[in-house]
């Protein structure tokens, strides 16, 4: 199978992205995501079917695709490509054709029929052009969208109209301003609506615009002469030298080589605080050098850069259809076909018991108008958006949009304690070793606990590095045990908790035991601190009525000590990884749960809460595992990821309340005659706006509190 990623152009609406989806399924695409907002598409096909075939299909439908093997060169821009265009074009002409309306004018000239059909003529073909061409591709497909409502509308208007003018029936058969005002307002609306949606893309924008700059690259010539010069930075390649001076933006991630600095991450992370950083450690891509100068390497570039993979999984989860979306999406398939059936009724009807055509056609046509299905489509994909958005300026990446619904109705918030409530930076406070030396002893110690992911052993491993190393001849990590090696000699080594040495010592209370062949050969005792924020996110978790639990594979006094300093409410030690994992079940299944933890024995646990969470610097492991990730190296940001899936879910709310009220009061009252006489075109007008309200009330999402 293989990975395809277009941009798709000229989505308008989530029936736009429904038909795209169910094309693409028709073509035998599997894992299909396709955003309404941005017009991303992605999706995996088999490597024997021609690309260009599923795109010329999509373009059937009415949409520009855009894709490295799409494009076979450069074509000339349409003429009025843009809605302000088509607005700004029609707008002369169909405010003129308005002027008949203010009776003090007094403008005779204007009831000519056929200036009027002169003036409208224009304005008719550039939206049939725009508005019937994709009415027509969307019928042909048997997914109908907004603009056959639009067309039939605007159409019917005219055709009654022209019937009028050359039959001569008089002026009160026209409406030419009718389809006219209908045509230039649903332009304007959704030049409107494109740009206040466009709005919620924002804090992406911003991620994504830092991904290009200019880098100071190292050269030497043949003299071995160092050289700088500058280059574009998706022109770097992995291994190339860097030169990052004060006020400079890191150009790609790399790996200091000399010299220290202060980097402020706040793009990455959210923390405006710098952070001080020396030889060997990692700059990421994105972040601004605020004092000092450094030599690094590049250590990864374009799609590995860890910028770009949070860019894209946010456009992925932005993609994504959480739960709530569902009920919207299908009644927004079947929206267009009973808005014809109530529009034909309402012309019927009105027909019969007014006994006139026209003011029952006036009435049809503005039901047609009125109704919106885009207002439900884009109800969910607004909110994730800027929720997303917002999320991933401030350093929480949601990996999946649905973990924004489902932190909602979160009532327990479960914590691993080291490296999540601690900062697992810890320090060796004591060892003693039996029948070995000092420097066997560390360098056994070194050489096991080098290749652990635990806080821990990275920790021992740091401190003890210069100590030598051993070669073994097979090594793996237990989880929730330790470390397990054999030498070439065939000793058997062990690194791990006190489960390893329960035959060997009565002593419960060290961190770290060493076993040689069955044989304790010695401990280590470290001490580590509780993260600064942590007793303010725990208050903060239990003043939202969220009950804390700890869930550790530490020794219960340890754990217990910590947990009183915090206020944890409940403590449960001395778990395995499959301990925890059916805690965490079990917890999951009593009441909506989050889980927060950072190690490879988190995982499972991770995967089986409500929502997972992990921090950046957690193993690779539990970072897949959870589904959202806290990118600055804490826990300040969980009352934000909280906050913010339960307001964007609330967000969600009250925008399909409007979206489905709208169109229940909306309909009504057009049927019934109730927008008067110009009633098809305050129909467009309203339905215009329409989705402007869903629009903004998504980007307060930007500036609201929320933690």
């Known amino acids: 199978m293989e990975k395809v990623q277009w941009k798709v152009e000229g989505m308008t609406c989530a029936n736009c992205a429904l038909s795209i989806n169910k094309y693409l399924e028709k073509q035998g695409a599997k894992e299909i995501k396709v955003n309404a907002i941005d017009g991303d598409v992605s999706f995996e096909i088999n490597d024997n079917t021609p690309q260009q075939n599923i795109a010329k299909g999509v373009e059937d439908l009415g949409y520009k695709v855009i894709g490295e093997k799409i494009i076979q060169g450069k074509k000339s821009e349409p003429f009025l490509k843009t809605n302000l265009q088509r607005f700004l074009f029609c707008f002369p002409f169909t405010a003129v054709l308005m002027l008949h309306m203010i009776p003090s004018l007094k403008l005779h000239w204007l009831m000519n029929p056929w200036i009027q059909l002169t003036l409208c003529l224009p304005v008719f073909i550039v939206g049939m052009h725009h508005f019937g061409r994709s009415a027509v591709k969307s019928l042909r497909r048997g997914i109908p969208n907004m603009n056959v409502l639009i067309s039939i509308g605007a159409a019917s208007a005219f055709i009654y109209s022209l019937i009028g003018a050359v039959m001569n029936w008089g002026n009160e058969y026209l409406f030419f301003e009718t389809a006219a005002t209908i045509i230039t307002l649903v332009f304007m609306g959704e030049h409107l609506e494109d740009s206040t949606v466009k709005s919620t893309q924002r804090a992406l924008k911003g991620l994504i615009k830092s991904q290009k700059v200019m880098a100071n690259m190292i050269a030497f010539d043949d003299q071995h002469q160092e050289l700088i010069f500058p280059v574009e930075n998706t022109q770097l390649r992995v291994g190339d030298l860097v030169l990052i001076k004060t006020g400079e933006q890191v150009p790609a991630d790399c790996k200091i080589l000399w010299g220290d600095v202060m980097v402020n991450e706040a793009l990455i992370t959210g923390e405006s605080v710098p952070v001080s950083k020396g030889k060997k450690a990692i700059l990421i891509g994105g972040s601004i050098i605020e004092q000092g100068t450094a030599k690094a390497q590049v250590t990864a570039v374009g799609a590995d850069t860890v910028l770009s993979n949070i860019v894209n999984l946010v456009k992925k989860a932005q993609g994504e259809k959480p739960p709530v979306q569902q009920m919207a999406d299908r009644i927004s398939a079947i929206f267009v076909p009973t808005i014809l059936i109530i529009a034909t009724l309402t012309l019927i009807i009105n027909w019969i018991v007014l006994g006139d055509f026209t003011p029952a056609m006036m009435r049809s046509i503005a039901v047609m108008v009125i109704a919106c299905p885009c207002a439900m489509g884009l109800a969910t994909p607004a909110a994730i958006a800027v929720g997303l958005g917002r999320a991933a300026r401030n350093g929480v990446l949601f990996r999946h949009a649905k973990s924004l619904e489902l932190f909602k109705n979160i009532q327990q918030a479960v914590f691993d304690k080291t490296g999540t409530l601690t900062t697992g930076q810890f320090q060796i406070a004591d060892f003693r070793f039996q029948n070995i030396d000092e420097s066997t002893f560390k360098s056994i110690v070194y050489s ?260």
């Not at 920790?459 to 045990?481: H, L, M, V």
């Not at 059916?582 to 991770?606: C, F, R, S, W, Y």
């Not at 057009?670 to 215009?688: D, K, V």
Request: no cysteine; charged share 20%; proline share 3%.
């Open 448 to 707: 096991l606990e080098k290749y652990s992911n635990h806080p821990l052993a990275k920790s021992i491993a740091n401190e003890w590095k210069d100590t030598g190393e051993i070669r073994w001849k097979n090594i793996e990590e237990i989880k929730g045990q330790g470390m397990q090696a054999t030498d070439a000699d065939g000793n058997q080594y062990l690194a791990g908790s006190y489960v390893l040495a329960t035959d060997l010592t009565k002593e419960d209370n060290h961190n770290i035991y060493i076993v040689r062949n069955n044989e304790l050969i010695g401990w280590i005792d470290l001490q580590d601190e509780i993260r600064p924020e942590a007793k303010q996110v725990i208050d903060h978790l239990k003043s939202k009525h969220i009950k804390t639990v700890m869930l550790s594979g530490d020794r219960y006094a340890k754990s217990h000590q910590i947990a009183d300093q915090l206020g944890i409410d409940v403590v449960i030690a001395e778990q395995t990884p499959e301990q925890k994992l059916e805690t965490v079940a079990q917890l999951t299944a009593a009441a909506p749960t989050v889980m927060i933890g950072d190690g490879i024995n988190d995982a499972p646990a991770l995967a089986k809460a409500t929502i997972g969470i992990s921090m950046s610097d957690a193993s690779q492991m539990a970072m897949q595992s959870a589904g959202v990730v806290l990118m600055n190296h804490g826990l300040n940001k969980l009352p934000l990821a909280l906050g913010l899936g339960r307001h964007t879910y609330l967000t969600i709310k009250q925008n399909l309340f409007w979206a489905f009220a709208y169109n229940i009061v909306a309909i009504p009252i057009a049927a019934l005659g109730l927008l008067g006489e110009y009633g098809p075109t305050y129909g467009a007008l309203i339905m215009g706006l329409s989705d402007v309200v869903l629009a903004i009330n998504s980007v307060r999402l930007f500036v609201k509190k929320v933690d």
